[in-house]
């Protein structure tokens, strides 16, 4: 189960947090990814994480991040809290979306040590949180 919350109504240039907590099933060693929809567009792969750190460090892990929000936002993980996040700044009304979080179970979305942004490896999604920028 992904539970994504975080959502709400921001003015441009202001920030949103999204979070989404794993639980069951979707905890696994590859890919956790955040994706949006608009309405009358195709979801569209925003960041993803390998979940889980790299091999001897701490606190380091291989993520990627879709062009059109490099640089503003950032995706990130609390591995003991089963936590994955994404930290959204400097917002525009083109952000406006139902925002996704999916798991990848099988390690399809997995390429290695970078994840696909596309969604159809990503077996696990959750309800969906929506943000509103105006």
């Known amino acids: 189960q992904l539970v994504e919350s975080g959502g709400g109504s921001v003015q441009a240039g202001g920030s949103l947090t999204l979070s989404c907590v794993l639980s069951?099933?979707?905890?696994?060693?590859?890919?956790i990814g955040w994706f949006r929809q608009a309405p009358g567009k195709e979801r569209e792969g925003v960041a993803a994480v390998v979940r889980g750190n790299v091999a001897g460090s701490e606190n380091n892990y291989y993520t990627v991040s879709g062009d059109s929000v490099k640089g503003r936002f950032t995706i990130s993980q609390n591995i003991v809290q089963k936590t994955v996040y994404l930290q959204m700044n400097n917002l525009t009304p083109e952000d406006t979306a139902t925002y996704y979080c999916?798991?990848?179970?099988?390690?399809?979305?997995?390429?290695?040590?970078?994840?696909?942004?596309?969604?159809?490896?990503?077996?696990?999604w959750g309800q969906g949180t929506q943000v509103t920028v105006s």
């Open positions: 999916a798991a990848d179970p099988w390690g399809g979305a997995r390429f290695g040590s970078t994840c696909t942004l596309a969604p159809k490896p990503f077996g696990f």
């Open positions: 069951g099933d979707t905890i696994t060693e590859n890919c």
